[in-house]
T-cell receptor, first 114, second 111 residues
Framework: AAGVIQSPRHLIKEKRETATLKCYPIPRHDTVYWYQQGPGQDPQFLISFYEKMQSDKGSIPDRFSAQQFSDYHSELNMSSLELGDSALYFC?????????????FGEGSWLTVV | SQQGEEDPQALSIQEGENATMNCSYKTSINNLQWYRQNSGRGLVHLILIRSNEREKHSGRLRVTLDTSKKSSSLLITASRAADTASYFCATDGNSGYALNFGKGTSLLVTP
């Protein structure tokens, strides 16, 4: 079965640069979630979209922005990168939000800021 | 602070033994999910239990939910070395569009 696809899998950027992560949800899933997981940390919720509209916002820095496109894929844009942004970024998708629904995670995108 | 807190933070057992991990949360929930994560890999969904359910089974996994105590437990029976991973519980936020994770339990199963 198709899973959540994230790209790129690995990314190295310098401080103050910009990075864009892409997420392709499971087909027919209309909700996308972004999470950040630092080394040895639990996943932190950043932001979610339902039907191309922002549905919830967590601890996402102002330097980050995200959107969901008409084909339901989503992109997380990170600007003015800092060393502390180095983390594993997960995208997840579900059908219709969390109410009784399972959300499925991608393998993640490793971002290293040097 | 995070919605869920796992206990213990780390657990080391031998193959064949049972492993029990606990999770506590702070606010009301619609459902609670358990995930497994191998080092540096993605989160794999294990089981979802709804707030009106008390117990759920899936293979060697047994999950209980006590909404009065705001706690859940994950039992892995007859553990295998391949069960070595971190296990997280996660609860849905108020909006229904944010899953809040606990700190996780690191399980080590030795042959």
């Amino acid at each position: 079965a198709a899973g959540v696809i994230q790209s790129p899998r690995h990314l190295i950027k310098e401080k103050r640069e910009t990075a864009t992560l892409k997420c392709y949800p499971i087909p027919r899933h209309d909700t996308v979630y972004w999470y950040q997981q630092g080394p040895g940390q639990d996943p932190q919720f950043l932001i979610s979209f339902y039907e191309k509209m922002q549905s919830d916002k967590g601890s996402i820095p102002d330097r980050f922005s995200a959107q969901q496109f008409s084909d339901y894929h989503s992109e997380l844009n990170m600007s003015s990168l800092e060393l502390g942004d180095s983390a594993l970024y997960f995208c997840a998708s579900s059908s219709g939000g969390l109410s009784g629904n399972t959300i499925y995670f991608g393998e993640g995108s490793w971002l290293t800021v040097v | 602070s995070q919605q869920g807190e796992e206990d213990p933070q780390a657990l080391s057992i031998q193959e064949g033994e049972n492993a029990t991990m606990n999770c506590s949360y702070k606010t009301s929930i619609n459902n609670l999910q358990w995930y497994r994560q191998n080092s540096g890999r993605g989160l794999v969904h294990l089981i979802l239990i709804r707030s009106n359910e008390r117990e759920k089974h899936s293979g060697r996994l047994r999950v209980t939910l006590d909404t009065s105590k705001k706690s859940s437990s994950l039992l892995i029976t007859a553990s295998r070395a391949a069960d070595t991973a971190s296990y997280f519980c996660a609860t849905d936020g108020n909006s229904g569009y944010a899953l809040n994770f606990g700190k996780g339990t690191s399980l080590l199963v030795t042959p």
